[in-house]
């Protein structure tokens, strides 16, 4: 019987695709095609190392792992197609198709194991689900016992955000990444220890008898190390080029010591690390704070950098104006000389903001936005001191948009403003000396307010608004009035509330003088101290404030007394 050249299959769903198609297979590899049309798949068959056969979504699933640590998904094969997969895998591939089953038992506790190209949760031996390393962003150790893995975002409608550089099948957006519902976090919990066996070369490590030795390790903290070395979470492709350490962010808080890669970037911190692609900066601000001794970097991301459930659409570095360093960049000088020509240079000597602004616009092309030349405020600085609720910080007025740093860091595009409004919030003191702009937006997209803006701040920043024809609308003029009534409103009230403190003050205690005379009362009582300065008489509330702070600077009576005092009567009205 000869050999059969091609094996076809129909109704085949590539990697979760929301459409059928149909799959050949054949001794060169695999091919796909969507059967409504679209762009077609193609596999070599020398890529595969392994497959799987196991239940899926929609009928029997064909898991391949890949040599470049990928994943391919062929789901809705019908049962009785299993012999029929199994032939065509082993004379075409020289591979045995492993019939898996899945643990159903719905457990959420088991074992973790870690394979070539995913990570499975094992349930009795059985897996319950498995995660390619290629869907995993990012691990943070989020406790002394548990580790958080961070799934990929899509970066738009039709993508998937997938780390398509290690092969991942989601990087060609066939998979359902980009739905409505998403994934976007898993956290094991994993106590206890872990032995991690150490063998190296020059057997170091091995005990007298020539065994292992094996070494006790926090079991999370050995799960998140050595996830992160399988999804290459912590490694980057290539040299670095720079290192900077310790380099204090404000948002989100910490310091974090960056490497800086060909095509990416990475944050070091104690409990997270982050690898950002260059391509996912889109804003990349220097900001010179207006303490005269730091320097703000902002850099924009989309997607934004996550935290748990917190995300952060902007980076924010703050550096010493004076620190300056010395560094030689990780480059050979015909990489230096062809690529970044006129782009970077082999050696920096100066301030540190300086530095790390040239080799990110060099490394990420990036322009470097500064603060726009048409605005000095009042003290001759850049930004103005502000607030966004009770966050304080610095609002900059840039040559197309507003940036507020730090926290929340807001960016506002002048093309997206409706009207700027400056208004005066609070009573007549504060109104006089701090004023509030309100920037609203156009298509009913909200309304920002920037409060407690100092006064003085008000004609540099109406100039300036001006210079770039954005509309305003200045409620201060018409407050003008009302705040000098209010004034003298409560100017006299002053007045007239000295007056009834001096009055109380002269009668002294008249109030209790009015009430019935307590026919049970003994002049002659030692309880009559104990009534004047008991604090337990004083958490009654009759007492007026003065008789409250004369009880504390009282003596203290004796308990016992103060318990035999008859109670006074209840004043009845007539």
Not at 3 to 12: A, L, M, S
Not at 258 to 269: A, Q, T
Not at 530 to 535: I, Q
Request: charged letters at 30%.
């Amino acid at each position: 019987m000869s050999k059969p050249t091609v094996e076809e299959f129909n109704g085949i769903y590539l990697d979760l695709s929301k459409q059928p198609g149909r799959v050949k297979f054949a001794e060169a590899g695999l091919g796909w095609k969507p059967s409504a049309g679209g762009q077609s798949f193609s596999l070599d068959g020398e890529q595969f190392i392994q497959c799987q056969w196991s239940r899926g979504a929609r009928g029997y699933e064909v898991k391949i792992l890949l040599r470049d640590s990928g994943v391919i998904q062929l789901d809705g094969f019908d049962a009785e197609e299993y012999e029929r997969v199994q032939k065509v895998f082993k004379l075409f591939y020289g591979l045995n198709l492993e019939h898996k089953d899945h643990a159903l038992k719905g457990w959420n506790w088991g074992k973790g194991e870690f394979g070539k190209a995913e990570l499975a949760f094992n349930v009795q031996n059985r897996p319950a689900f498995e995660i390619p390393y290629t869907e995993i962003s990012n691990t943070n150790l989020a406790g002394k016992n548990e580790v958080a893995v961070e799934f990929s975002l899509p970066a738009a409608g039709d993508e998937t955000g997938t780390n398509g550089h290690l092969g991942g099948a989601r990087s060609r957006g066939r998979k359902s990444g980009a739905a409505k519902d998403q994934l976007v976090e898993m956290r094991f919990y994993i106590p206890g220890t872990a032995t991690k066996k150490e063998n190296e070369e020059d057997g170091e490590n091995k005990s007298a008898d020539g065994s292992e030795e094996e070494e006790q390790h926090n079991a999370a903290n050995l799960f998140y190390d050595t996830l992160m070395d399988k999804a290459e979470i912590g490694e980057v492709a290539g040299d670095t080029f720079a290192t900077f350490l310790e380099v204090l962010h404000l948002t989100p808080r910490g310091r974090f010591g960056i490497d800086m890669y060909e095509n990416s970037f990475r944050l070091r911190g104690k409990t997270y690390d982050y690898k950002i692609q260059y391509d996912n900066i889109k804003k990349f601000m220097l900001l010179p704070k207006p303490d005269d001794l730091h320097t703000l970097i902002t850099i924009g991301l989309d997607p934004p950098l996550r935290q748990g459930q917190t995300r952060y659409p902007f980076l924010v570095m703050q550096f010493k104006r004076e620190e300056e360093v010395t560094i030689e960049l990780n480059m050979t000088q015909e990489l230096l000389e062809g690529k970044y020509k006129g782009k970077l240079n082999a050696r920096y000597e100066q301030s540190q903001h300086m530095v790390v602004a040239q080799v990110f616009r060099g490394l990420s092309g990036k322009k470097i936005v500064t603060p726009s030349k048409d605005f000095v405020s009042h003290h001759q600085q850049s930004g103005v001191k502000c607030s966004i609720k009770a966050n304080e910080g610095h609002l900059y007025c840039l040559d197309k948009s507003f940036m507020f740093v730090p926290k929340p860091a807001t960016y506002i595009q002048f093309e997206n403003i409706s009207v700027i409004t400056m208004s005066r919030v609070g009573g007549a003191v504060s109104a006089s000396r701090t004023f509030d702009i309100t920037i609203t937006m156009k298509s009913g997209a909200g309304e920002h307010q920037f409060s407690n803006i100092n006064r003085e701040e008000q004609k540099p920043l109406e100039d300036f608004f001006q210079t770039k024809g954005l509309r305003t609308k200045n409620e201060m003029v018409d407050d003008s009035s009302a705040l000098i009534a209010a004034a003298l409103k409560d100017a006299d009230m002053a007045s007239s509330d000295e007056e009834v403190v001096a009055a109380r003050a002269d009668r002294g205690s008249a109030d209790e003088d009015e009430e019935s005379v307590d026919e049970d009362f003994k002049a002659d009582s030692e309880s009559d101290v104990a009534e004047e300065y008991d604090s337990a008489h004083e958490s009654s509330g009759s007492g007026s404030d003065e008789e409250m702070a004369d009880g504390d600077a009282g003596a203290e009576s004796d308990p016992q007394e103060v318990e035999e005092r008859p109670k006074k009567k209840a004043k009845t009205g007539k």
